[in-house]
Structure formats: C-alpha cells, structure tokens
Nanobody
Framework: QVHVVESGGGLVQAGGSLRLSCAAS????????MGWFRQAPGKEREFVAA????????NYADPVKGRFTISKDNAKNTLYLQMNSLKPEDTAVYYC???????????????????WGQGTQVTVSS
C-alpha cells in the first residue's frame, strides 16, 4: 500500500525559508513523478510544483517560480520542496502526491495524482 507523509511545515516570517519533506513508501520511488499542491482557507487546491520520474523535468506555478525548488532523493524515498523568500500569500496546507502509474512526467493537473498525503501547514506572518 502506498503512503506519502509530509513534514517540515511551520510558522515563519515573511522573507524566511522552509523545507518541506515527503516520505514515500509502498512504491518504487525512483520510478515515480511527484507533485506538491497547496490549499489555503476558502480556496481550491492548487498546483505548486512537480517533478518527473527521473527528475529531468520540473514544473512550477507562476507565483512560486524563482522562489521554490522541488527535488527528489531516490535513495531516501523522499521528495522535497525548498521554499525561499516566503510571502504571507504562501500560507496554506501543503500536500505531496504521486500518480497512479510509474514513469510519468511532471503533471500539473491534480486529477492525475492518485496518492495524497495528509498535508503540512505552512503559515507565513507579515
């Protein structure tokens, strides 16, 4: 059974940094694309970043380009999201997700992801 578990969220001042982690189990992590999404109160879940199965392709939402970096460590079965220059509008619950099938590209559409974590809260104060 596939499980993905996020960690690393917290409270940070604007301009600060956080690194989120997502530990995956039950799948051959090195063969899977992964994605990060977020959901702010009263808003729909939105795409943040994604990485292809081999790490060769990454995609970012426009609001986070140049500030966030997605990466995966296949030896540790872990996905990361390095978040720099954080803004209050980055406040949200952040989720990691994996698609149903291996050898996928870096999907932006959340409906193409099948396995989701419980999320980790990121709060950026002004």
């Amino acid at each position: 059974q596939v499980h993905v578990v996020e960690s690393g969220g917290g409270l940070v001042q604007a301009g600060g940094s956080l690194r989120l982690s997502c530990a995956a189990s039950g799948l051959t992590f090195g063969n899977y694309a992964m994605g990060w999404f977020r959901q702010a109160p009263g808003k729909e879940r939105e795409f943040v970043a994604a990485i292809s199965w081999n790490g060769g392709t990454t995609n970012y939402a426009d609001p986070v380009k140049g500030r966030f970096t997605i990466s995966k460590d296949n030896a540790k079965n872990t996905l990361y999201l390095q978040m720099n220059s954080l803004k209050p509008e980055d406040t949200a619950v952040y989720y990691c997700a994996a698609p149903r099938y291996s050898y996928s590209t870096a999907f932006l559409n959340p409906s193409l992801y099948h396995y989701w974590g419980q999320g980790t809260q990121v709060t950026v104060s002004s």
